[in-house]
């Protein structure tokens, strides 16, 4: 579909949702023109490359979670971590797209890339992490390793729940999602 007004935008969207299920390297531009109903050239035209549009695709999703990080804010900065996961894991289970172009976003990696769009959004974490009664006593490895584990967890759950639902059926996946709800507060209330 052809996106109107500013196109920019549009073709993020369209780029997320590709992304987020190719990853980078499955992901063509072909692909992308076709799916915003344009052409390369078109695509090209605001993104001189594959790459400059993954960094975007990557630098809007970074923006989107800091919002929501932002919004939950709490003057307790272990119930802050724990309110964000939340509400992570509750966006992710009614649409998984950004998650899983978080976990594309690891798995494509180039230790040597020169940008990373994603290290704002964990930097911010990070800090929080840090202000919790537990995590300043973390060296940065350990906070690293704590927020690795959320987001494993988080993600495992989101990337596995079509399977469960097949294998297991509603109910099942239901008290999983309530399993995961009382690990994310149980990671949490470790920081304190």
Known sequence: MKPSGDAKPA?????????????????????????????????????KTKEALYEATLTALAERMMQDLIACHHAEPAQWLSDYFMILCQNACADPTDLRLVMHALLDSDHNARKWPLKPYLDKLLVIIAHTNGGHKMSTAKRINWLLQ???????HIISHTAMLGM????VLADTFNALRSSISAQARLLE
């Not at 023109?33 to 078109?42: H, I, L, P, T």
């Open 150 to 156: 959320m987001n494993g967890m988080i993600n495992y």
């Open 11 to 47: 073709y993020i969207a369209v780029a997320t949702r590709r992304f987020a299920m190719d990853g980078f390297y499955g992901t063509s531009l072909s692909h992308l023109a076709k799916d915003s109903g344009v052409s390369k050239q078109a695509l090209l035209h605001f993104f």
């Open 168 to 171: 297991y059926g509603e109910q």
